[in-house]
């Protein structure tokens, strides 16, 4: 069972990118999956994250207006599109996944998803 990030990297404040989560090694079309960051110095946290059926969480401290989080069942593979990134968004973003089936309720807790990818860098200059 394996997780995928991809899709961090560089760029200037107010750009955007879109971080994918590939699985594979398991039916995480019918699972939780989850999104995280971690910045320097600081706890992670729940950026947001998807029910199978396409249901979105948004975190409490991730804005609602600049994350958009999406999945492909099919492909196994959820994005995370940040638009209008600030420097404050700077860190490592981590895809996790529950290991159990058809659950419809995203939880923001760490310890509730059982996978995690390696991480990508996504670093804002301002």
């Known amino acids: 069972v394996q997780l995928q990030a991809s899709g961090g990297g560089l760029v200037q404040a107010g750009d955007s990118l879109r971080l994918s989560c590939t699985a594979s090694?398991?039916?995480?079309?019918?699972?939780?999956m989850g999104w995280f960051r971690q910045a320097p110095g600081k706890a992670r946290e729940f950026v947001g994250g998807?029910?199978?059926?396409?249901?979105?969480?948004v975190g409490p401290n991730s804005a609602r207006d600049r994350f958009h989080i999406t999945r492909e069942n099919a492909a196994n593979t959820m994005f995370l599109q940040l638009n209008n990134l600030k420097h404050e968004d700077t860190a490592v973003y981590y895809c996790?996944?529950?290991?159990?089936?058809?659950?419809?309720?995203?939880?923001?807790?760490?310890?509730?998803?059982?996978?995690w990818g390696q991480g990508t860098q996504v670093t804002v200059s301002s």
């Open positions: 090694g398991g039916p995480f079309g019918r699972r939780v």
């Open positions: 998807t029910t199978w059926k396409g249901g979105v969480t």
């Open positions: 996790a996944a529950q290991n159990y089936d058809y659950d419809l309720y995203v939880p923001l807790e760490i310890d509730r998803y059982y996978y």
